[in-house]
């Protein structure tokens, strides 16, 4: 199709053309996808490669205190006159050395075994005492630190070679290293992104990657709060095989399947009754003719400016067998208070209960967003329309919905993964009650995040590995979906269809 | 011809009038009834089957805040004089240290070139996929083995230390300065901090009004990782705890009222500071869903 006849389409036709286009290039984007993964990994050994190559071939071209700070970080830069680099780098490999004589050795030889030594007691000169057994999460733990420190400490190493050659370098050309005070400058200017980096990514890499390499390592463990809570092992895959296999583990499977169906209808539901209604509402607001829109807009968005824990914890309340609800239905039945139990009766009623209140959470974020986009639909559009003789109804359908739908195609999806993982509505409603005798420590309105929540942290029966192993599907499912979108919006950004 | 449009535009206008007052109704009510039952003097979860309350009082605003048990408890076991307390020290503090961090990644990521910087954004995004309590449970024992668990500092580490991958919107907000200051102000002579503290930064107090505020509100809404930490130590709970603490089955029957009361002190500030912030909230929904 050329320009000239994309250009001529009706928007209603535009966007199917679009959407066809899109779900057309969806295996494509997939192949592109996965393709782009295999790049990513042959990328990284090509890297690896490289980097070897430069570390033979510097050893090779080094004189000897190049050669030298192979072994003893920082020697090179110090010969070369570079003071303060070459004593900060040679700190840094005996605070190593220090620390994996002390500490990280140790760790790293329980790795394997998570540690064999459980709570037991011994005599010692004829008295019975008890020694403390070994703990496999602090084994684990310790060693995942003692890993990304190695990791931190590598790349150290190999800035020193590569500094070490850069002085040999400069040497050789007959120039003199840069002093502190110039070097110090440079760090608010050129290397400004060091500076400010340095701190954040510290934090990050303490308290986000840390816990998250050592939860994905749990995944491959047995370590529940059961049978395994201080000695566990390694059991590779069995997690994610109880998780998938109905044949065997029948229990955890059921559970795993039954929630994530409930899971999709969940973020199905929720996406969708919160798009469809709010557009509604926001057309409706942003009617021509109706005025007092930004008290109606204001009314609504006072439900997303309440803390969302208050207002949950609020419809909860309300929402109880005493609560003022089935007061107010009483007044309809006679005076006679129904006691429904809204979240904790039946599951049909709880999930539906779910949908509904998510609804009144939501739709206000739907307006938010929406009302902005309304006012950017051009006015001609319409103009021309209507001198056309259609009808209002012929107006929505054949202009507004296509281009609503065409600019918030990407907001839809992040909604989905959001609802996929919508804690707060779920935990705070009902916590995943009714409970369900046949699942394993989840209830009828649990999705797979709550119930990861109560393998971990919950009451009841706990299960970190199996908890960790949820996480990682549900961050596949997620980020899958995440990239998907990420890669085909720009496409779509491209295109420019209603411009 | 030209009346019965008229009339029927004015028809279908009281509609939409109609359908979105009940709807604003539905949408407000529930925050009426907190409003009003917190001030109801009758204690209790129900007021005798009454929807209104039939005498209004401050009695339970004031228990609130002098720690007073209610009526019939004894001795009052769940304190939120000392929440707010908390939640305001680790506020502030987490505020300082989450404002910085997002500001100087967003401003790095935004206008420095340097060789890692896609890598390093591609990261950030994968993490952010995760979901998040996965991790706290690790990050409860990292805390254990620092010996800072139950503490309002542990609190304000884990508050924020991930801030700095929350930076999209404020990037969002830095890509839009033109570039040709920065450019003009590199001729002049500035580096590249200067740029940042004196050319950035003043140009962005909107979003620096926002980022500030975001992270100050952050702890008073959290409820799942303040729980991790603090356990059963009510005394160092935050609000957002401390309240569902006091519908838990144990408290509700006794500090129900207590509970709306506090809803009503936390959620009145939130509400308005929000109210004011929503045009940035709605570009960064926008922003957000677009770029990814």
């Known amino acids: ?499 | 011809m030209i009346k019965s449009y008229k009339f029927r535009r004015h028809l279908s206008n009281f509609i939409i009038y109609l359908i979105l007052g009940v709807m604003c109704i539905i949408w407000i009510m529930p925050f009426v009834y907190l409003v009003l039952h917190s001030l109801r003097l009758d204690g209790g979860v129900i007021d005798n089957g009454a929807l209104l309350p039939k005498q209004l009082t401050f009695q339970h605003y004031i228990d609130l805040f002098a720690g007073n048990a209610p009526s019939g408890a004894g001795k009052a076991t769940l304190y939120f004089p000392q929440w707010f307390t908390n939640t305001f020290i680790v506020a502030c503090f987490s505020c300082v240290i989450s404002t910085l961090s997002v500001l100087a990644v967003s401003y790095t990521f935004s206008r420095l070139r340097f060789g890692v910087r896609k890598t390093l954004m591609n990261i950030a995004m994968i993490l952010g996929m995760f979901p998040g309590f996965m991790t706290m449970i690790a990050m409860y024992y990292l805390l254990k083995i620092m010996h800072l668990d139950g503490t309002l500092f542990a609190l304000v580490l884990c508050y924020s230390c991930g801030a700095g991958l929350g930076f999209q919107i404020s990037k969002g907000f830095f890509d839009t300065i033109p570039r040709a200051l920065d450019e003009a102000a590199t001729i002049d002579g500035a580096t590249k901090n200067q740029i940042f503290w004196k050319i950035i930064l003043p140009m962005s107090k909107p979003i620096v009004v926002y980022t500030v505020l975001t992270a100050f509100i952050g702890p008073w809404t959290d409820f799942i990782l303040a729980k991790i930490i603090m356990g059963d130590d009510v005394s160092k709970y935050t609000v957002a705890i401390g309240l569902q603490k006091m519908i838990s089955a144990e408290f509700r029957s006794s500090y129900f009222q207590q509970f709306m009361a506090g809803s009503v002190v936390v959620a009145i500030p939130i509400t308005l500071l929000f109210l004011k912030m929503q045009k940035y909230y709605v570009g960064g929904v926008t922003a957000g869903g677009v770029k990814g």
Request: proline share 3%; net charge positive; glycine share 8%.
């Open chain 1, 1 to 499: 199709m050329t320009y000239v006849e994309y250009k001529q389409l009706s928007p209603w036709q535009k966007f199917t053309y679009n959407f066809t286009k899109t779900i057309k290039a969806l295996p494509g984007g997939l192949a592109k996808f996965f393709k782009g993964i295999g790049m990513a990994i042959v990328n990284f050994f090509v890297g690896i490669g490289k980097g070897f190559k430069f570390y033979g071939t510097t050893f090779v071209k080094g004189d000897w205190a190049t050669k030298l700070s192979y072994v003893i970080f920082g020697f090179g830069s110090f010969h070369k006159g570079k003071y303060y680099k070459g004593i900060l780098y040679f700190l840094v490999e005996c605070l190593y050395v220090l620390f994996l004589i002390f500490f990280g050795a140790e760790q790293l030889y329980w790795l394997p075994t998570l540690g064999i030594i459980e709570q037991h007691t011994e005599i010692i000169d004829g008295f019975p005492v008890v020694v403390q057994g070994q703990s496999s999460m602090q084994i684990l733990l310790y060693a995942t630190l003692t890993l990304v420190v190695t990791l931190v400490v590598f790349i150290i190493y190999i800035s020193n070679i590569k500094d070490a050659y850069y002085h040999q370098q400069l040497k050789e050309r007959g120039e003199k290293p840069t002093s502190l005070k110039t070097d110090a400058k440079e760090f608010l200017d050129g290397k400004y992104h060091i500076t400010l980096l340095s701190f954040p990514i510290l934090m990050i890499c303490i308290f986000n990657i840390l816990p998250l390499i050592f939860m994905i390592l749990i995944a491959f463990t047995n370590y529940n709060g059961t049978d395994h809570i201080n000695l566990f092992d390694w059991v590779g895959f069995q997690n994610f095989g109880n998780l998938l296999n109905v044949v065997d583990s029948a229990k955890k499977a059921q559970t795993f399947f039954g929630i994530a169906g409930w899971t999709l209808i969940w973020a199905v539901a929720a996406t969708f009754s919160n798009y469809i209604l709010g557009m509604i509402v926001a057309l409706m607001i942003n009617k021509k003719g109706i005025k007092l829109k930004s008290v109606f807009r204001t009314m609504f968005v006072i439900t997303i400016a309440v803390p969302q824990f208050v207002s949950l914890l609020l419809m909860s309340q309300l929402l109880a067998e005493d609560g003022a609800f089935n007061m107010l239905l009483a007044y309809f039945n006679g005076g006679v208070n129904p006691h429904i139990n809204f979240l904790g009766g039946s599951a049909l009623t709880a999930r539906l209960t779910v949908i509904i209140v998510n609804c009144w959470v939501g739709i206000p974020y739907t307006i938010l967003s929406m009302s902005g986009i309304l006012m950017n639909i051009p006015e001609d559009l319409y103009e021309s329309a209507r001198i056309d003789g259609a009808s209002p109804f012929k107006t929505f359908t054949k202009i507004t919905l296509p281009y609503m739908i065409f600019v918030t195609t990407p907001q839809l999806i992040t909604a989905f993964v959001g609802n996929i993982n919508n804690f707060n509505v779920i935990f705070l409603l009902t916590g995943g009650n009714p409970s369900n005798p046949d699942y394993f420590n989840a209830g009828h309105t649990d999705i797979l995040v709550t119930w990861l929540y109560n393998l971990s942290m919950g009451s009841g029966v706990q299960d970190y590995g199996l908890a960790s192993a949820i996480g990682i599907l549900v961050f596949i499912i997620c980020a899958t979906l995440s990239l998907i979108i990420y890669n085909n919006s720009k496409s779509m950004k491209d295109e420019e269809a209603f411009s």
